[in-house]
Every structure is written in structure tokens, then in C-alpha cells.
């Protein structure tokens, strides 16, 4: 089943606009957490941002926020500001304890940031 | 900063070939991953460790094996390689909540 969804293949931006990539998550656990990671055409994977099941505020991290509203069983990521350099594959994740954790991803969405 | 390496970038393997893939942690990990990533699927599981000599499944281990003799080192071997293993290749560590990726493999089989 699967347990994270991203359902934009591609995004484009603008350079300095803000740009949301959206992530839901499917658990029954009440502990867990949600990160999201950059793939640049490199391929190395950069971690962004955590947010964990039990925080009352949403993460910050830069130019990164995490949109995390749990009833709704979503974590999105918004960019501020995107730069050329943010163009890259972003993966949304989820790190279950009870299942001694282990890491589901999601299948990505491509940014484009254009000048 | 935490730094996990892998032992190629790019490797292109025959048929039948035994191949192995190392990994390299410097921050004293106890947990290490094996991950194939291939376009529209994301990144799957393929094997993971939380101690020396311990070893779990993931969701995909058909045709991979892992070892781990060194809390720093964690290996994948493809018995033997078929074209459906071609595929790019990321290990991970983590302690406790984060997953740190080396910069991948790139394994082509022919």
C-alpha cells in the first residue's frame, strides 16, 4: 500500500517565487516523521527538512518550511524565494517506529525553477 | 558532518557477473539502508541493518544479498547480475531520526 504520495510529477517556478510541493502519508502510528530531500541531477541525496508527528510548529529550516497538517495526513514543502540552483528532484519520506525505523519514500516531484 | 561513501559512481557489469557494492560511514551509524531508485518508482528498500551481522529485508530483496562484518561498512552483493538490477544504487546511514545518503552508484548491467 502505498504509505507516501506525491502527486505532481513536475513543477515549474519562477526564480524568487514560492513554490508548494505537496506530500501526503497514510499511518496509524501515532509516533513518526516526515522528511523531505533534494536530488540534484547529480543524484546525491541532500536532507532538507524533518518534522516530527508531535510537534505543535511547523519545521523551518531557510528558505524551507514544512506545511504539516496532521488531520489531513499532509506534509508539504514550501520553497521561498526559489533560486536556479533548487531546479532538482524533491522526495517527500516518512520514518515509521514501529516498524524499527524503517523509511518509506515517495515516488518525487520534479523542480524546475525558471529565470 | 556526517559523510557516507560509496565505493563507485558509475560501474557497468556482464550477466551473471558477481557484483559488489560498498558503503562507508564515518559517524559511528548504527543503522544502514540500501535503496534502489528508478524513475516513477522512487526509492525502495532493498535491505537495511541496525548492528554488526544483523540484517533485515526490505521490500525488494529478490536477488540482492548484504553484509555487514564492520559497524562502519555495509555491503550489497548482487549474486548474480541481471539487466533488471540495472539501476541507481544509494546507501544510508542514520542514529536515531535522519537518513544521510552517500552520492549513489550507477550500475549498469548488459
Known amino acids: 500500500a502505498q504509505k507516501i504520495t506525491q502527486t505532481q510529477p513536475g513543477m515549474f517556478v519562477q526564480e524568487k517565487e514560492a513554490v508548494t510541493l505537496d506530500c501526503t502519508y497514510d499511518?496509524?502510528?501515532?509516533?513518526?516523521?516526515l522528511f523531505w530531500y533534494k536530488q540534484p541531477s547529480s543524484g546525491e541525496m541532500i536532507f532538507l527538512i524533518y518534522?516530527?508527528?508531535?510537534?505543535?510548529q511547523n519545521a523551518t529550516e531557510g528558505r524551507y518550511s514544512l506545511n504539516f497538517q496532521k488531520a489531513r495526513k499532509s506534509a508539504n514543502l514550501v520553497i521561498s524565494a526559489s533560486q536556479l540552483g533548487d531546479s532538482a528532484m524533491y522526495f517527500c519520506?516518512?520514518?515509521?517506529?514501529?516498524?524499527?525505523?524503517?523509511?518509506?519514500f515517495g515516488t518525487g516531484t520534479s523542480l524546475t525553477v525558471i529565470p | 558532518d556526517v559523510k557516507v561513501t560509496q565505493s563507485s559512481r558509475y560501474l557497468v557489469k556482464r550477466t551473471g557477473e558477481k557484483v559488489f557494492l560498498e558503503c562507508v560511514q564515518d559517524?559511528?551509524?548504527?543503522?544502514m539502508f540500501w535503496y534502489r531508485q528508478d524513475p516513477g518508482l522512487g526509492l525502495r528498500l532493498i535491505y537495511f541493518?541496525?548492528?554488526?551481522?544483523?540484517?533485515e529485508k526490505g521490500d525488494i530483496p529478490e536477488g540482492y544479498s548484504v553484509s555487514r562484518e564492520k559497524k562502519e561498512r555495509f555491503s550489497l552483493i548482487l549474486e548474480s547480475a541481471s539487466t533488471n538490477q540495472t539501476s541507481m544504487y544509494l546507501c544510508?546511514?542514520?542514529?536515531?531520526?535522519?537518513?544521510?545518503f552517500g552520492p549513489g552508484t550507477r550500475l549498469l548491467v548488459l
Open positions: 518534522q516530527g508527528s508531535y510537534d505543535q
Open positions: 499511518t496509524s502510528d501515532p509516533s513518526y516523521g
Open positions: 541493518s541496525y548492528d554488526v551481522k544483523m540484517k
Open positions: 544510508a546511514s542514520s542514529l536515531e531520526q535522519t537518513q544521510y
Open positions: 559517524m559511528d551509524h548504527e543503522n
Open positions: 519520506a516518512m520514518r515509521r517506529r514501529n516498524t524499527g525505523n524503517q523509511f518509506y
